[in-house]
């Protein structure tokens, strides 16, 4: 072998890419390796898309009343004259039939009047982001009668589509909440760090003071401040003020820590014996290397936001109607005969768990994508 076909065959095999690639650049490549961080991300997109365009996704106008406790419709590809391509949906009507022990008439689909399902179904009407008027939606009957692929609530309302625009407030509170929460504390860790000294000492303090609140209680006592008849935009400002007074101190304290670990690395050493300013010091050396852990930090802390909106919504210290979110639609579950009844009622649990899951193993991803970096 020649010396030029040896050197041509190392280049074949080497894997040490000739270019440079950016900070994010090298985080993609290692992220989207994660399958559970791909698969967050995934979820995360949709659940966002999905309560972007809600009146377009949910079937049933969210506050029309039908029957009470309806149970969910039964989807089948099967009709008394065999296998269908597309699936129909029948109605849980009473049947001739009584149970042996309760005498009460037993419960199955109604296989004589299939429904076939269509998409981009003609219903109620409602604007996009409140200047388009439309009236198609996702999904829907063919024939345009109502649609409970989860059945309905006790005052006979969709609890599907209750859901999808009960998205919008409840990811809406846990994204402004971690926004807020992300600057203050990015900025009082970092300033804390920083500048050290007798404010770091009192700042601390201070920040322990906070962290040392029991949460719960101090929720409730503040929520039931506000009168009843206030406007609902007015719990939904106290809530998430509440939600980042209490929670900006945590995350504060750890990029304070992160911000002292830098300060004593060579290159910051370096720009201050230049002459370099605090602010060039803070923006261009410290905070980019103290970002990674703040974007991990914000996608573990927004399922924890989603957790205590629903908590506070099913105390009745949240969201208030006619405004829909996941932890107000849980109250209907308060009652343990309710559960046993109607078992469909549970549903809004789902969605949190949904939720949770894909912010979860979103963050997950980050940590370990970030992680070598």
């Known amino acids: 072998m020649s010396i030029h076909e040896g050197e041509a065959a190392d280049d074949r095999l080497s894997t040490v890419s000739s270019t440079s690639q950016s900070y994010p650049a090298l985080v993609w490549r290692r992220f989207r390796k994660s399958v559970p961080g791909m698969f967050g991300l995934t979820l995360v997109s949709g659940l966002l898309v999905i309560a972007l365009f809600a009146n377009f996704f949910a079937p049933m106008n969210p506050n029309a009343n039908t029957a009470s406790f309806a149970p969910p419709d039964h989807l089948s590809f099967f009709t008394k004259d065999g296998f269908t391509l597309w699936p129909v949906a029948y109605s849980i009507t009473e049947s001739a039939e009584l149970d042996p022990i309760t005498y009460q008439p037993l419960m199955g689909p109604d296989m004589d009047n299939p429904r076939p399902l269509v998409l ?107 009168p009843v008849t206030a406007p609902s935009y007015i719990f939904l400002s106290f809530v998430i003020l509440v939600i980042v007074g209490l929670g900006w101190a945590q995350l504060s304290r750890e990029v304070r820590g992160k911000t002292m670990a830098m300060a004593r690395v060579d290159y910051v050493r370096a720009a201050m014996a230049v002459g370099a300013s605090d602010r060039r010091i803070i923006t261009r050396h410290i905070l980019p290397n103290v970002m990674s852990h703040v974007i991990v930090a914000v996608t573990l802390g927004i399922p924890t936001i989603i957790l205590l909106e629903s908590f506070l919504g099913f105390l009745g210290f949240a969201v208030k109607p006619p405004l829909i979110s996941w932890g107000l639609m849980l109250q209907d579950a308060g009652t343990f005969n309710v559960i046993g009844s109607y078992p469909w009622i549970l549903s809004p649990v789902g969605f949190v768990l949904l939720a949770v899951f894909a912010f979860n193993a979103l963050g997950d991803g980050l940590r370990d994508a970030i992680d070598p970096y």
């Open 120 to 226: 981009f179904a003609k219903g109620w009407d409602y604007k996009v982001f409140g200047l388009i008027p439309m009236d198609r939606h996702f999904i829907g009957l063919a024939d345009g009668s109502p649609l409970h692929l989860l059945g309905t609530d006790k005052l006979g309302r969709d609890i599907l589509s209750r859901g999808i625009v009960g998205s919008r407030i409840t990811l809406m509170i846990a994204l402004t909440s971690i926004t807020l929460i992300t600057i203050i504390g990015t900025l009082a860790g970092i300033t804390s760090g920083y500048l050290g000294g007798r404010f770091d000492l009192w700042f601390q303090r201070f920040v322990e003071i906070i962290l040392a609140f029991p949460q719960l209680p101090l929720y409730l006592a503040l929520t039931t401040l506000i």
